[in-house]
């Protein structure tokens, strides 16, 4: 009915329950946001894009999937860190500029996902000459990572909320950076990230779920059509 239709899409817009614990990409991006206001306002004026600097990011994380895959981890931190510099910006500029919106948020999100495969494959070619055994490792770690955003985007497709859960893009690239720092630890940091997107996808199912479940079917009676 109608009125279903538009009490799904609100579900869009509200807030996390308060019993919910805060991401850490979601405590601090309100934060960060407000801190680089000035510098998008600053950016703007030079002629620089929020497309361009999207643009850079990716050019960024080719650099680095070359580098990682050669087992220059500490050269792949460097551009990694780079590569997320004007991820943060973009959002800035686009402000400053007047030009947010949904095509904005499409295209960064699908450069997202671009960058992911790029620096978990990277990690996948390297592993195929130093480590043939857990080849399959990274390629977890990119495909389980893969749900969790499905997930998400299917269940808002449909008017739910998947919000939540135990990791996202942002607590996946702290751990990552940290493993290039500490090459030692590549293997637990890809095993933990495994290990958070599989969990995070389970809650994110079962929230799904249990939404979709209270939705109840229209009665014979509201199945009728008016005479």
């Known amino acids: 009915?109608?009125?279903?239709?538009?009490?799904?899409?609100?579900?869009?817009?509200?807030?996390?329950?308060?019993?919910?614990?805060?991401?850490?990409?979601?405590?601090?991006?309100?934060?960060?946001?407000?801190?680089?206001?000035?510098?998008?306002?600053?950016?703007?004026?030079?002629?620089?894009?929020?497309?361009?600097?999207?643009?850079?990011?990716?050019?960024?994380?080719?650099?680095?999937?070359?580098?990682?895959?050669?087992?220059?981890?500490?050269?792949?931190?460097?551009?990694?860190?780079?590569?997320?510099?004007?991820?943060?910006?973009?959002?800035?500029v686009a402000k400053a500029s007047g030009t947010a919106g949904p095509r904005g948020a499409f295209f960064d999100s699908v450069v997202d996902r671009v960058t992911d495969a790029l620096?978990?494959?990277?990690?996948?070619?390297?592993?195929?000459?130093?480590?043939?055994?857990?080849?399959?490792?990274?390629?977890?770690?990119?495909?389980?990572?893969?749900w969790v955003s499905y997930i998400r985007a299917k269940a808002e497709s449909l008017g739910f909320d998947a919000r939540g859960g135990l990791v996202e893009r942002a607590e996946r690239f702290v751990i990552f950076l940290v493993a290039l720092l500490f090459p030692v630890l590549m293997i637990p940091a890809l095993l933990l990230m495994v290990v958070l997107n599989v969990g995070t996808a389970v809650q994110r199912f079962v929230k799904v779920w249990k939404q979709a479940s209270a939705e109840r079917p229209p009665t014979s009676r509201q199945r009728r059509r008016p005479r």
């Not at 620096?119 to 893969?146: C, D, E, H, I, K």
């Open 1 to 92: 009915s109608l009125h279903r239709t538009r009490r799904r899409s609100l579900c869009l817009h509200k807030q996390a329950p308060r019993g919910e614990k805060p991401r850490f990409d979601g405590s601090f991006r309100p934060h960060v946001g407000a801190t680089l206001k000035p510098v998008g306002h600053q950016i703007k004026r030079t002629g620089i894009t929020a497309d361009h600097l999207t643009i850079a990011g990716l050019v960024m994380a080719v650099a680095a999937a070359v580098v990682i895959s050669l087992g220059w981890w500490h050269l792949g931190l460097l551009l990694v860190v780079l590569t997320g510099v004007p991820d943060l910006l973009d959002g800035a």
């Open 119 to 146: 620096l978990f494959g990277a990690v996948a070619v390297n592993f195929s000459q130093t480590r043939p055994n857990w080849v399959w490792l990274p390629v977890a770690v990119l495909a389980s990572a893969s």
